[in-house]
């Protein structure tokens, strides 16, 4: 009997979800890039979508080095959900919104390498987002995939998420197009549902209030009905008692005076 030698197996490549580095520059970056991984994945809870934030996204298989972290990516078409990492080849389907939060010490690789590989992949809009001002004057500028090529996007809207989009401070916020309602962060959720439950609890105190003093009127309507009827009573007693004394005086032959 012949012994067969094991077949060598390829060693499989390894794509690693973290690097070490910081998620985020600064706690401007961090909260802007926070605000806006919230705030989407509860407007796209329930669809065929993911929201990722600052997750490796693999571009080529078979070459873990050529990967990049957007700030937040947003994938249209794929299972809801996170993952620890995002590989293009696997998962069927390109980003179609980024979002990088920028800064002067970014700005390079920002507005050339990634601007130039989102192109390349052909993610439909790339956002820069600069929460401090430093070298994007307005803060917010995007660009839309015409073609093959970004061309910038002239009014803040986002053709994928169909939101408009406003700077607001150090973060973005987000409107609905066909509503115009603004889209809340979960603390501004708890706020706003905060109030509106502190709102139904005075509204419901002012009804059983109201109904209090309904059922305090009622009472007193009552009561003076009462009166009213005792004093019927009282006066049919005495017209009574007065019809008798006349009889009982005509039975004996006194005649009262008219």
């Given at each position: 009997?012949?012994?067969?030698?094991?077949?060598?197996?390829?060693?499989?490549?390894?794509?690693?979800?973290?690097?070490?580095?910081?998620?985020?520059?600064?706690?401007?970056?961090?909260?802007?890039?926070?605000a806006t991984l919230d705030v989407l994945t509860q407007y796209l809870n329930g669809r065929q979508a993911t929201v990722l934030a600052n997750q490796f996204l693999y571009y080529s298989q078979g070459f873990p080095s050529l990967r990049v972290a957007p700030d937040v990516m947003v994938i249209f078409d794929v299972a809801p959900g996170g993952r620890d990492n995002y590989k293009i080849w696997e998962e069927g389907q390109v980003p179609s919104?980024?979002?990088?939060?920028?800064?002067?010490?970014?700005?390079?690789?920002?507005?050339?390498?990634?601007?130039?590989?989102?192109?390349?992949?052909?993610?439909?809009?790339?956002?820069?987002?600069?929460?401090?001002?430093?070298?994007?004057?307005?803060?917010?500028?995007?660009?839309?995939?015409?073609?093959?090529?970004?061309?910038?996007?002239?009014?803040?809207?986002?053709?994928?998420?169909?939101?408009?989009?406003?700077?607001?401070?150090?973060?973005?916020?987000?409107?609905?197009?066909?509503?115009?309602?603004?889209?809340?962060?979960?603390?501004?959720?708890?706020?706003?549902?905060?109030?509106?439950?502190?709102?139904?609890?005075?509204?419901?105190?002012?009804?059983?209030?109201?109904?209090?003093?309904?059922?305090?009127?009622?009472?007193?309507?009552?009561?003076?009905?009462?009166?009213?009827?005792?004093?019927?009573?009282?006066?049919?007693?005495?017209?009574?008692?007065?019809?008798?004394?006349?009889?009982?005086?005509?039975?004996?032959?006194?005649?009262?005076?008219?």
């Open positions: 009997m012949t012994a067969t030698a094991p077949i060598a197996q390829p060693n499989k490549i390894f794509y690693p979800s973290e690097d070490g580095t910081p998620v985020a520059e600064t706690y401007d970056h961090l909260y802007a890039i926070l919104v980024i979002f990088e939060m920028t800064s002067k010490d970014t700005q390079d690789r920002d507005k050339t390498f990634k601007k130039t590989l989102y192109e390349q992949l052909g993610v439909r809009e790339y956002w820069l987002f600069d929460p401090k001002g430093e070298w994007i004057a307005q803060k917010l500028q995007g660009y839309r995939l015409q073609g093959k090529t970004y061309q910038p996007i002239t009014m803040l809207y986002s053709e994928p998420l169909q939101l408009q989009l406003e700077i607001e401070g150090k973060r973005i916020g987000f409107y609905r197009e066909d509503t115009g309602e603004k889209l809340l962060v979960s603390e501004e959720l708890v706020r706003v549902l905060n109030q509106e439950t502190q709102a139904k609890v005075e509204a419901q105190q002012e009804a059983e209030q109201e109904r209090q003093r309904a059922e305090q009127e009622r009472q007193r309507a009552e009561q003076e009905r009462q009166r009213a009827e005792q004093e019927r009573q009282r006066a049919e007693q005495a017209e009574q008692r007065a019809a008798q004394l006349l009889e009982q005086l005509r039975a004996l032959g006194v005649e009262p005076d008219a």
